[in-house]
């Protein structure tokens, strides 16, 4: 069930209706019914995978909490001192530890059979073929469930955070399925917390029109990026890089750039639709999507691109392979060569590139993927290196740093080497992005960029006059948006200006929106992943 379907939009229509119908106590269960429907309505089989998932998240969690329940008695006996009280919680630790290792072990078995069996099984026998030429790929025939990488992590977090004592185990198996796949974030995040969405999944809120006012506003604004921009952007793309051996230069720099921002726009308006549902039930899901490409540095960019995915690395990757026996060895001994600076710099390196080549796995079973994520950790890296560097050399040359032009250079570089990752990210497999690049820097490619053969790829000249006031009006509402709450301004203008804006809005979705009967939408670019 697409986001942007008119089976979505009856969806929440109904589900809106009867929550706020329901008493406050039972409302998340009109939630709990939406999950199902939703779910359901994309394959029997997609659920069964996701109900497997739970059931092993969920009784790990409980067993975990159990032994809380055990240490606490335990403690609280007559005539304990404290040694025999430590003894206790680290045997006790020990204990939780093993049922997080297999709970752990379980849901990422599941997400590892269904996304990698084929990948793994391509590569073994692509090895096999070096010593017997005739050996075939074996491929399976799998699925890969709606949202598997979303609610894996999100049952991740969650064991994790359990295991930690910053959440206590919820108790009510459905409670717990509704928060494993509440329906707006299950398919391409955010990934939530427990401990940010469940208590706002649960406790029925009450109806504010704000919320209904600023939510339909929220979705109608993600719309306009999908359907408008990003819809209208794919098809140019997916002709040149469809045919890429057929160009040369330039015109792939541009697929390339227009790719950059049918990304931005696909993922931002999905970002906004779902976030808009959520508000329409008044529940606040994390900010996801922050304008990455106003960003200056590449730590930056994503750190606003994908924030909740970011955080969740940083949380249960970085942090605990940082502190790990091998990186504080390996710290020690970079000082001692490299010095204090440059040392710790080296050390930092390893986590860094571990979480960006498991970013990179984490959105396909294909080593394009792993090519994108190593190009930007190893950028990260040197950026670590480089940066007290480049600080020095522009004291010396006087380089006014806080200047709207220094900003304006920084922001385009990061956008120029987010265009350079993409190419990996978009073509079919490592060798197609090697060759792509070989063909962008083997001629010029001029002769594309005339008006009439840049019409030759799927838009006219409307379409192509659409897709500039659309980036227009996409890099206006975002400057805004840098500086202040849009949509608290735009309801406190005239009411005729105010209107005015949003009729156009629906208008300019309705008219100039790719959708409807004998248009294939390409869907959400996150999906598959």
């Given at each position: ?86 003894a206790l919680k680290e045997e006790n630790k020990i204990q939780r530890r093993r049922y997080l290792i297999a709970g752990l072990a ?321 073509a079919n497999g490592l060798k197609e992005a090697l060759r792509i690049f070989i063909r962008m820097f083997s001629g010029v490619g ?84």
């Open positions: 069930m697409s986001y942007t379907s008119f089976v979505y939009l009856v969806l929440i229509f109904f589900a809106v209706l009867f929550y706020y119908a329901f008493p406050k106590r039972t409302r998340w269960v009109v939630l709990m019914a939406a999950n199902m429907v939703f779910y359901i309505y994309s394959g029997w089989d997609n659920f069964l995978f996701l109900l497997l998932s739970v059931l092993i998240s969920y009784f790990t969690a409980r067993e975990m909490a159990k032994l809380f329940e055990k240490l606490e008695q335990d403690i609280n006996q007559e005539g304990l001192d404290k040694k025999q009280i430590k379980g849901v990422l078995a599941i997400l590892f059979a269904v996304k990698y069996t084929n990948f793994v099984l391509k590569n073994i026998c692509g090895v096999i073929r070096i010593f017997n030429p005739s050996q075939e790929t074996l491929v399976l025939k799998l699925i890969v469930p709606v949202g598997v990488s979303f609610y894996t992590f999100q049952m991740v977090s969650y064991l994790v955070d359990v295991y930690k004592g910053k959440v206590k185990a919820q108790r009510n198996i459905c409670k717990y399925v509704l928060y494993a796949s509440f329906f707006p974030s299950v398919v391409q995040g955010p990934i939530p917390r427990y401990k940010d969405l469940g208590e706002q999944l649960y406790r029925g809120n009450a109806f504010e029109f704000e919320n209904i006012r600023n939510g339909a506003l929220l979705i109608l604004w993600g719309f306009f990026k999908k359907l408008v921009l990003a819809e209208r952007l794919s098809i140019f793309v997916n002709d040149i890089y469809g045919n890429y051996a057929a160009y040369e230069g330039v015109i792939l720099a541009l697929a390339t750039v227009a790719y950059s921002i049918q990304t931005y726009a696909d993922f931002a308006g999905c970002m906004d639709i779902v976030s808009g549902t959520a508000k329409l039930f008044g529940i606040k899901l994390a900010p996801n999507f922050l304008r990455p490409y106003f960003s200056k540095t590449l730590p930056e960019f994503w750190r606003r691109w994908h924030v909740t995915m970011g955080a969740w690395f940083k949380d249960y990757i970085f942090y605990p392979i940082s502190i790990s026996k091998f990186s504080l060895k390996l710290n020690k001994n970079a000082r001692k060569i490299f010095g204090n600076t440059m040392g710790r710099i080296i050390s930092s390196s390893f986590p860094i590139l571990v979480v960006w080549f498991l970013t990179g796995i984490w959105h396909g079973a294909s080593w394009n993927y792993v090519a994108w994520g190593m190009f930007h950790g190893v950028l990260i890296m040197l950026s670590q290196i480089f940066t007290p560097y480049n600080e020095k050399l522009s004291e010396k040359l006087h380089i006014r740093t806080e200047s709207f032009a220094f900003r304006l250079y920084q922001m385009s570089r990061t956008f120029l080497l987010c265009c350079v990752g993409r190419v990996f990210f978009r001029m002769q594309y960029m005339g008006a009439g053969q840049l019409l030759d790829h799927g838009l006219n000249k409307a379409n192509m006059i659409v897709v500039l006031v659309a980036v227009f009006v996409l890099c206006t509402v975002s400057m805004m948006q840098e500086r202040m709450d849009v949509t608290e301004a735009l309801f406190k203008k005239n009411i005729v200006v105010r209107w005015a804006l949003i009729y156009l809005l629906i208008l300019a979705v309705f008219i100039l929106g790719k959708y409807g009967p004998g248009y294939n939408s390409a869907g959400f670019i996150y999906e598959k992943f």
